[in-house]
């Protein structure tokens, strides 16, 4: 039997940015939303830089934190040693709850939208937990690559209840097609462990 993602979480039913961010402009209040990844084991952050980590050899690495959320991420990042971390998210209510000296840059950016940072701009793009139900579409993947260096890497995860529906599966076949990346670690994991939601995890070089 399929598994029913879609009726997991209150979050997976809204489909507008606006619906998005007053959500988590209620979410973030006393901290909950940090306090629930804790309680629902929310384990992305440290799967991500786990698989990152054998292939970022480079603790200088420069990094962009593509919707960095409350900053798990970056957290993340910084107790493997590395520094050189921007954040972007288009909460503000999110942004507000990043602890001090994690990003050396924070920035409020729509990751629907063209980004204006420059072509080749870094060495490495994490996008954790942001690739799910209403948040942001396979289409950015086209932005995020854009920005990192030819080598460089992005890692990211895809929510399971999203991946056919929303065309990822087709994306990353096209991306591979086309060969702008090498996908080089491509599994399902844990994820949201105590809510029983998985996500598939990429790693890919890109290969412009
Ligand atoms: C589940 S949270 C994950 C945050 C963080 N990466 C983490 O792992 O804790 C999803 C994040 O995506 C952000 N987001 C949703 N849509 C976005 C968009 N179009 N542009 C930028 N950020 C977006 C939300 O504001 C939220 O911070």
Redesign the pocket.
């Known amino acids: 039997m399929k598994k029913d993602v879609d009726n997991k979480l209150d979050i997976y039913k809204l489909t507008t ?1 606006e619906e ?1 961010l007053k959500y ?1 402009q209620d979410w973030t209040k006393k901290n909950k939303y940090n306090q629930d ?1 804790v309680n629902w084991k ?1 384990t ?2 440290q799967e991500t830089v786990l698989v990152l980590k054998k292939y970022a050899l480079n603790n200088k690495c420069k990094i962009l ?1 593509a ?4 900053g ?2 970056g957290i993340e990042l910084k107790k493997c040693g590395y520094s050189n971390i921007d954040g ?4 503000q209510n ?1 942004l507000d709850l990043i602890p001090q000296g994690i990003y050396k840059k924070i920035e409020k ?4 939208k063209p980004l204006k940072f420059k072509t080749n701009m870094y060495d490495v793009v994490m996008c ?3 690739f ?1 139900y209403g ?2 579409k396979p289409q950015a993947l086209d932005e995020l690559i854009r920005i990192t260096k030819n080598g460089g890497l992005i890692c990211f995860t895809i929510n399971e209840g999203i991946y056919e529906e929303y065309g990822f599966d087709n994306k990353i076949k096209e991306l591979t097609n086309n060969k702008l990346w090498n996908v080089k670690e491509f599994f399902k994991s844990d994820y949201i462990v105590n809510k029983d939601v998985n996500a598939w995890l990429c790693l890919s070089e890109i290969t412009k």
């Open positions: 940015s998005l988590y990844m929310y992305a952050p934190d919707g960095c959320g409350t798990l991420v972007v998210d288009f909460s999110m950016v729509d990751l629907n954790v937990g942001t799910t948040h942001v």
